[in-house]
């Protein structure tokens, strides 16, 4: 195919030096871009006493524990090395300073005082669900869940329906101050959301929307990037169609959305996971609009947890991959779309 | 499916009326209203509020009971004893948030682009699974900017994966994010790590756009790789490296939320930048001064206005179209 920029003619099985310095360079690319986030998913599967242990290991492991007979609870599972014995496997029945009282599980009625130097905790692989079922139980997971994937939704439901509606009109009709209106809607392109953040609040205070996930919703619902795509693409839809559909009394509105919507599906499928994404990934509007915690979206939720003093870690990773999760799924599914569709428009 | 259709259906009666009412072209506004609402109530009004608060003072959040003070705000903003000296200026935050800014805009678009560019050279050549490649450079892009902060802190922290290999090699423990230098440090090479793949991709959009003949030709007159990088392939794609370095220079001035869940801006004022000096000046701090967030607002739109007129003179310049940010 390519030719590519740096290569000079090179043999079919030889590699040039240049191919070698290529993969290294995609390798390492590959572990500074994959590695942190492997390494979180495999955290997130750890149980709190585990990512205590330190040095860390990648796979999750946790202490191998086991019931003896004469205690309730599972006692912790240890190698003991004493001087002159073989190395076996005790469980703790508790410890004081660096002594630990430890028993064999085949004798439990002998406990014995071991140096705390003396003994290793035996780990097995183990994958703590834990924390990701405790999400639900023990914090208000579900409700932030559920506003994520309500503003995910209805945003971009609304985002699909207003955007199209412009660009047909846009791209199909000629009326006084089409350029203008073009124009006008193109240049928030240039407008920040950042900059005009005090106002947007004002305005949304003023509407009653403040602490709403509509609040949220309506700002994001018109964007120049999605109008600009689909008028794009409807200017290619012939004008015959429209005027076939005229002489048999179509009404506008049924010419709109029986035979332009329908025909602009790829256009609209583009936009869609682009609204997809930037929903589920916003953090400024919410977080100056949401200031209630029944009302967080995941990413406010996220926030709000990593900064408290205690972080429980094991729950704010697991927190974390949950958040992650349906952008990668929309990614491994979509990628060529994705790719594609940002290199056409220069969007992100 | 069905229920699509009957809301369509429902809204049909309203267009049928207006259509027989005002005519086929007046019914075009009825098309382009909820989107032109939108854009009014939600961008427009706000940038003309922004100039009201800018220019009057007090705490109050309605536009119109606010006492006009005229440029006072911006002379708050910007007054200093001694400007050779920082800590006497009255606002000293927001010259330090100013001056980060600038570092870390320099230092992240800089590196950024450098780094994109062989990615793109890279990806460009002839290798094995590129859809792949391509897909893992580009992945981050999408996380949220609170996951990229999250993901970093975790390994960054104090007992965190790169501590743990410091022990490893019997070196002393480094305090990632509450070491000034080291955090800014972090700062820049997470938000190069998370938006790396964008630039990446529309540079590689660009390589694949440069003529195949060309490198024949160069071929022919036994051009070295080096030569034909810097003679062919870099001017061909000039038009796209200033599309996408002005890009991340209006995108870095307005960096905020990675850095804002992965140092707070911390440690001191080390890695606080100008959307931070706002979003505290104007809701979180204890009272709200809205009117110096406001004109630190419009001093950020005006600097934006700039790097967004030298882009289209620029481009205009070298015939690039329709690269724009969202």
Request: aromatic share 14%; hydrophobic share 55%; proline share 5%.
């Amino acid at each position: 195919m390519n030719m590519s920029m740096l290569s000079v003619t090179r043999g079919r099985k030889r590699l040039h030096w240049t191919d070698v310095l290529s993969y290294v360079y995609l390798l390492v690319g590959l572990i500074t871009l994959f590695g942190p986030v492997l390494w979180l998913v495999m955290s997130s599967f750890k149980t709190e006493a585990a990512l205590g242990m330190y040095p860390p290991s990648f796979l999750p492991y946790a202490q191998k524990s086991l019931v003896v007979t004469g205690h309730d609870q599972p006692l912790p599972l240890f190698l003991v090395h004493q001087d002159g014995q073989a190395p076996r496997a005790m469980a703790q029945v508790g410890r004081i300073g660096l002594m630990a009282t430890m028993v064999d599980p085949a004798q439990p009625d002998v406990t014995v005082q071991v140096p705390i130097q003396q003994r290793i905790p035996i780990t097995e692989l183990a994958f703590a669900w834990g924390n990701y079922a405790d999400l639900f139980q023990k914090f208000n997971f579900g409700r932030f869940l559920w506003n994520s994937v309500f503003i995910t939704v209805v945003a971009t439901l609304l985002t699909l329906l207003f955007n199209s509606m412009a660009a047909f009109a846009l791209s199909k009709y000629q009326f006084k101050g089409r350029k203008a209106v073009f124009m006008l809607i193109i240049s928030t392109l240039m407008i920040p959301p950042t900059i005009i953040l005090v106002p947007v609040f004002l305005v949304i205070n003023g509407a009653g929307l403040l602490n709403s996930l509509w609040g949220v919703i309506l700002p994001a619902v018109a964007t120049p990037t999605g109008v600009f795509l689909l008028r794009q693409y409807m200017l290619s839809i012939p004008d015959e169609l429209l005027e076939a559909a005229r002489m048999d009394h179509a009404s506008e509105w049924r010419i709109y959305w029986r035979i332009v919507l329908p025909l602009s599906a790829p256009a609209l499928a583009v936009l869609a996971i682009f609204s997809v994404m930037w929903r589920w990934n916003d953090f400024l509007l919410p977080l100056i609009v949401l200031s209630r915690n029944e009302f967080f979206t995941l990413q406010l939720a996220l926030n709000a947890f990593q900064g408290e003093l205690n972080t429980q870690w094991n729950y704010l990773l697991a927190m974390t991959v949950i958040t992650l999760l349906p952008v990668t799924l929309v990614f491994a599914f979509l990628q060529r779309h994705i790719t594609t569709g940002i290199a056409n428009a220069g969007v992100k | 499916m069905r229920i699509f259709a009957l809301f369509f259906n429902l809204l049909e009666p309203l267009f049928r009326w207006a259509q027989t009412s005002l005519g086929k072209h007046r019914l075009a506004w009825l098309f382009v209203g909820p989107n032109l609402l939108v854009f009014g109530i939600f961008t427009f009004l706000p940038i003309a509020i922004d100039f009201v608060y800018a220019t009057s003072g007090g705490v109050n959040l309605m536009p119109l009971e606010r006492p006009f003070t005229g440029l006072e705000n911006f002379q708050i903003l910007l007054e200093c004893r001694d400007y050779s000296d920082l800590s006497t200026c009255r606002k000293d935050v927001f010259w330090r948030a100013l001056f980060n800014t600038f570092k870390f805009t320099v230092l992240q678009v800089g590196l950024m682009v450098f780094f994109s560019l062989v990615t793109a050279l890279v990806l460009n050549r002839k290798i094995l699974g590129r859809g792949f490649w391509r897909g893992v450079f580009f992945y981050p892009v999408l996380l949220s900017p609170v996951v990229v902060a999250l993901i970093w802190k975790w390994m960054l922290q104090s007992q965190g994966v790169f501590n743990a290999a410091l022990a490893l090699w019997d070196l002393p423990a480094i305090e990632w994010l509450t070491d000034a230098s080291w955090a800014f440090f972090w700062t820049v090479f997470v938000s190069i790590w998370a938006h790396m793949g964008f630039y990446t991709l529309i540079l590689l959009a660009g390589l694949q756009a440069i003529p195949q003949d060309l490198y024949e030709a160069a071929q022919m007159d036994r051009a070295s790789p080096w030569r034909t990088l810097t003679r062919i392939t870099l001017p061909m794609l000039m038009p796209n490296l200033i599309v996408v370095l002005v890009l991340a220079a209006i995108r870095a001035v307005q960096i905020f939320d990675e850095v804002f869940v992965l140092t707070g801006g911390g440690p001191g004022t080390a890695t606080t930048f100008i959307v931070q000096f706002i979003y505290q000046t104007g809701f979180a701090e204890q009272i709200h001064l809205y009117g110096l967030a406001a004109a630190a607002s419009l001093a950020l739109a005006g600097f934006l206005v700039v790097l967004t007129l030298l882009q289209l003179r620029l481009t205009r310049a070298s015939e690039v179209g329709e690269k724009v940010p969202r």
